[in-house]
């Protein structure tokens, strides 16, 4: 697990944990980090993450992918897309396409701030970035509805997955929305039909044995926690429910699976605690943080060469200093984490 702090003056901005023992393995300090500025990290793919850095208005901060094991920072190019002056919502997506042995970043651009009563007035603007050609290529589709999260909270397969909603009249209509980040395409899930009370969901996603897991409220009660597996047969996409958990005693939000199927939930003063599905208990982590600072992706470290794409590294090196990286421990399994972005008015939407 890695933990990462935005905060304006921390100069070490991501502690790594063990993923098995929770217990702190070592500090890490992005490589650009300026006491004056802050950063975002908005996804993590094969031991590589994306950021923002400095935080300004995230349509025209600088984005970078960064690898804390060898040390490589890359910093993406500039679209060629002009942005407006104006507030605006922008969606990230990030990750590793393993049929084209590269890296992707999606960005979706909306012309406003986002509306959860209102479709989006204009369409918004489409592009993805390409690790290996350096450069963004506008996607020609139209969007009707808001992705309601600023990073993507799931990446498997090659596909990115958020949460979007519609509006129907007074109701409305949340669902799941995936980017193919090899065809550049957009599809529409289904939420699980039991899942649904008024059509809003209060949930997250999370990955684990490559599989998408949906952690929602049921509409019986806020108190329990029901995670649905999603699989695929010859109809589509179909839910399965795997199992309930019962927060009644706390209220807590689950973040992820760790690596033997247990859940680390996030209270809202920012503890963790970490639930087995097998004895159905909970045990405290004695970690603490800023509730609105924590946020979990699966790590592994790996030694790919940012420059090269996603190539590891070669037997000989030019002499173009990479040669000067200090680490090249290649296996250590975590999370990583920052900055979950909040809406009140749906509570926490991932």
Same mark, same amino acid.
Request: charged share 20%; proline share 5%.
């Given at each position: @697990? !890695? ?5 304006? #003056? ?17 500090? *890490?300090e ?18 590589? *993450? ?7 208005p ?24 002009? !942005? ?7 969606v ?9 042995? +590269? ?25 993805? %970035?390409?690790?290996?050609t ?28 958020? /949460?979007a909603?519609k509006?129907?009249e007074?109701?409305?209509d ?5 980017f ?7 599809? +529409? ?8 009370d008024?059509?809003?969901?209060? #949930?997250?996603f999370s ?5 998408? %897991?949906?952690?929602?409220?049921g ?8 995670i649905?597996? @999603? ?7 179909v ?14 939000w689950?973040?992820c699976?760790?690596k033997?199927? +247990? ?5 809202i ?15 405290? !982590? ?6 609105? @600072?924590? +946020? ?7 030694? /790919? !060469?940012?420059?090269?794409?996603t ?13 000067k ?11 990583? #984490?920052? #900055? ?11």
């Open positions: @697990m !890695l933990s990462c702090n935005s905060d304006v #003056g921390e100069k070490e901005c991501c502690t790594l944990f063990c993923d098995e023992t929770f217990t702190k393995h070592k500090k *890490l992005f490589p650009l980090w300026e006491s004056t500025k802050s950063f975002e990290v908005f996804g993590c793919c094969n031991g590589v *993450l994306f950021l923002l850095y400095p935080i300004a995230r349509s025209g901060c600088n984005m970078y992918f960064w690898n804390p094991a060898t040390k490589i920072v890359k910093n993406v190019s500039s679209s060629i897309v002009q !942005l407006p002056d104006v507030p605006v919502h922008v990230f997506g990030f990750g590793c396409v393993p049929k084209l042995d +590269e890296y992707k970043v999606v960005r979706i651009l909306y012309s406003e701030q986002m509306n959860l009563t209102d479709p989006p007035k204009l369409p918004p603007i489409v592009e993805v %970035y390409s690790l290996k350096d450069s963004w290529t506008k996607i020609e589709v139209d969007l009707s509805y808001f992705i309601t999260s600023h990073m993507a909270k799931a990446f498997l397969d090659g596909s990115i997955y958020w /949460v909603r509006v129907n007074t109701l409305y949340d669902f799941i929305v995936s193919d980040m090899a065809d550049h395409v957009f599809e +529409e899930i289904k939420l699980p039909k039991s899942c649904l008024d059509g809003a969901l209060t #949930g997250s990955v684990f044995c490559d599989s998408l %897991y949906l952690f929602v409220h509409p019986e009660s806020l108190d329990w926690w029901h649905w597996l @999603m699989k695929e047969d010859c109809s589509g996409k839910w399965c429910h795997q199992f309930k958990i019962d927060c009644s005693f706390k209220i807590s689950p973040l699976f760790i033997n199927g +247990e859940v680390i939930f996030e209270s003063e920012g503890d963790l605690s970490l639930y087995d599905p097998m004895n159905q208990q909970f045990q405290d !982590l004695h970690f603490q943080g800023n509730p609105e @600072m924590i +946020e979990l992706f699966a790590y592994k470290e790996s030694l /790919v !060469l940012l420059d090269l794409g190539k590891s590294w070669p037997s000989k090196f030019p002499d173009d200093g990479n040669e990286v200090e680490s090249q421990t290649q296996s250590q399994e975590s999370f990583t #984490g920052r #900055g979950r972005q909040r809406n009140v008015h749906m509570k926490k939407i991932c």
